[in-house]
């Protein structure tokens, strides 16, 4: 499915605006074979000869995107596996989140799959998008903008896995994948964990989930990760009926979900842009030993915000140790506050030098840094670059100023690989998010340990 | 203060670097005099002459912007009011929040200033910002590129105002003023709040509240005030010992600073991004009646985010009448969900049309578009152009794609007055506070009649 060979666009058309032409547009920029399949199509598309059946196509093709209406699946999906294409998008609604008669075909479009085994997309979903290898899976117009990362994007809904994707370009990061999974008739959570879990390109995967009915497979999956997850669960409040007309499934009891996610080790956010902020923070830190930040800032009152906002999330904000103090008195006698966070009052070139003394104190585990940019001054980014690896901790820096001004200090970050992140609250949930995580996997561990003993 | 006619710069100084430099540099664009005052200063600064005293300026300059040490400040407000010079900034620290010394010190400027009539912003603080009159009366660099708006920042730190306004620059908005009040010797958030309540250029006021003593004298602002005004109180945790040595204020217990502010008609939020959100919403739409949400959606996964976190922020989904109904199933037979929200399940042609008629059901208060962004189809601007003063009711939107794509549709919902956000949640957010402000609005209201029967 991720990693085809070649692509078969079912229902390819070429007329504008429908989703069999806009599925061509998009998987045409594929540098393997792309077919456009259609009994009535002639001449080519997108440069491309249309062909009549996939049956007419050789071995090259592993991958059908089907742009044909729900009905016409099961004989598409029949031929699909005779052609010994193992893997289908389908893009179609009108299955179980659409009744009693939907629910049948849906059943009936599972059984042919399974029956031919291929793995199967949807129905019900915008598809998938692996941008590294211009792999557009998707009717979605932009799709061709969405940056490469390190971030999987598994989402229940195929309209939020592109409001993930879009967010993450606007964020100045990326994606490995994203991938909306829509009704996950054979293709759900627990495969998608799995294949990303194994991806190279993948750091960090990230569920955004409305509900399932497979619970324990989900979070069994999460477990045996060795890729960092974070969960995005909604349906908080009473939206059940929408809900469940949209992909079919209840979004069940959201404490229950939380609780669980917990147990499995799994940290658990509360909005789309928390999602990718923690796993900007997972995919490109080392990981933490425990929940203790060592903030360092240069302005008080969103030092104020950030320490208040750790604490709430999860985090600790542990006393620095007497030698680190002595190292700070040391490099700015009377700095404003030397406490935890350590607060500097203003930018200053001996910020970089603090943050190094904070990140090498052993109580801390995680380290947030807080400046406002000064053109003048610029980023520490010789202190901060191979800090985290050095140390062997996680270290966040968030900052607030002109976008174009601190642009160039800004890649200069991102290049030494330090995550950032755009204001005083996300960061700090991000470091929440962090110190969870240890706490959690250290539970995980434990009762490992215990239940092989 | 925040309409001068000129300015003095008490310290200005040619060292790069220093305050007096940077607020000099900063100063020098605005429209009327600008003096550079050193007695040590020779030549000119930034093109203005410098000159040894206030008392040698004449009677065109009412704000000092002193770039002193805290121990040279009587002196220099003394020769402020004697210059008649009305008001003034003081950014050095060193005052209340730094003990015993400081608090005697910050008395003594008190009550040179008080004597002498002059508002003093500070000490403690970066300054303020008028965009629209070039006016900026801060330090920090990149003052210059905060676009004017319609909201007024004012903070208890003047960091959180300048992030703030950097944040609002970045999301396409901006400000009518930040101010970050610092200590506020004499001018604290009641004076702030009066002064932009009326103050032509500012629809919406949004408060950042560390903590101050003067509690009742804030809330009785607030609920004087004719203009929206919304306050992010930090603080949950526990941060006392780090804010007090801050801005001098305990932060004091945020839940009864919520209560408060709840209890005078002001929506409460929680964190910078939704602060600014919440000024979009209620400073550019009209006066919520109630807290019912009407939602359309043009795909069900963000739609349910939208759904789940306006139920949770206080506001409510009405049934939507059958009159609506059947306006609906008339534009779109078999839309994909015609309760509330509707969901078309994608964008289509008839979208603004749907808009419409939920904007026109008596049973909503407030209207909330989400839709990701098809090239093909931009924005329905023709429709929501002019709806939100038609019906009378606040109309949101939200959505995602390729920034660059959306820029000119974007552009086009701006110049029509249609505020936008950046994600499902915090657009829901949004609707939420003025769905809380609908119902604070009506109870301070059925209040003050009884009061007064």
């Known amino acids: 499915m991720f990693d085809p060979s070649g692509i078969a666009v079912v229902g390819a058309s070429a007329s504008e605006g429908k989703i069999g032409y806009e599925a061509m547009a998009n998987a045409a920029a594929f540098d393997g074979p792309v077919y456009p399949v259609n009994p009535s199509g002639s001449g080519t598309l997108f440069g ?22 729900g009905p016409a699946l099961p004989d598409v999906l029949e031929e699909c596996g005779e052609a010994g294409i193992g893997a289908a998008v389908v893009y179609a609604s009108g299955f179980a989140e659409a009744g009693d008669e939907g629910e049948r075909l849906q059943a009936r479009v599972v059984d042919v799959a399974d029956e031919h ?49 879009f967010q993450s370009r606007r964020q100045g990061r990326g994606v490995s994948a994203m991938v909306g999974l829509g009704n996950r008739a054979n293709v759900g959570f627990t495969e998608a964990i799995d294949y990303f879990d194994g991806d190279e390109r993948t750091d960090a995967i990230v569920l955004h989930v409305e509900g399932t009915d497979d619970g324990r497979g989900l979070l069994e999956a999460c477990r045996e990760s060795d890729t960092p997850v974070v969960a995005y669960k909604v ?22 979900y939380t609780a669980g996610f917990a147990q499995y080790g799994v940290p658990t956010v509360d909005a789309t842009d928390d999602l990718l902020d923690a796993a900007a923070a997972l995919g490109n830190s080392p990981e933490p030993a425990g929940p203790n930040v060592g903030v360092v800032t240069a302005q008080a009152g969103p030092g104020i915000i950030v320490t208040d906002r750790i604490q709430r999330a999860g985090g600790r904000l542990p006393e620095l140790g007497a030698e680190t103090r002595a190292r700070i008195d040391d490099v700015l006698p009377g700095v404003t506050y ?19 003394a904070v990140a090498e104190d052993d109580a801390v585990d995680i380290v947030l840094v807080y400046e406002l940019f000064e053109e003048a001054l610029g980023f520490p980014v010789a202190s901060l670059s191979g800090l985290a690896e050095r140390v062997g901790k996680p270290v966040l820096f968030a900052t607030e100023g002109v976008e174009e001004e601190m642009a160039e200090e800004k890649a200069a970050l991102a290049e030494a690989g330090v995550p950032t992140f755009e204001t005083p609250e996300r960061a700090a949930d991000a470091a929440g998010v962090l110190a969870r995580y240890a706490e959690l996997s250290a539970r995980v561990a434990a009762e490992e340990v215990s239940r092989d003993a």
């Open 338 to 356: 030397t406490g935890n966070p350590v607060d500097t009052g203003r930018p200053m070139p001996e910020f970089g030098e603090l943050v190094t």
């Open 117 to 165: 085994d291929v793995s199967l997309l949807g129905p019900n979903t915008s598809g998938f998008v692996v941008p590294e290898r211009d792999l557009r899976c998707s009717f979605a117009s932009g799709v061709e903008k969405i940056p490469a990362g390190n971030t999987a994007v598994v989402a229940q809904s195929g309209g939020v896995a592109h409001v993930l994707a």
């Open 48 to 69: 491309e000869p249309f062909v009549e059946s996939v049956s007419d196509i050789g071995g090259d093709v592993d991958l059908a995107l089907c742009c044909v209406p």
């Open 235 to 256: 349906g908080q409040s009473d939206v059940g009926e929408f809900a469940e007309s949209h992909t079919g499934a209840l979004t069940g009891d959201h404490e229950l």
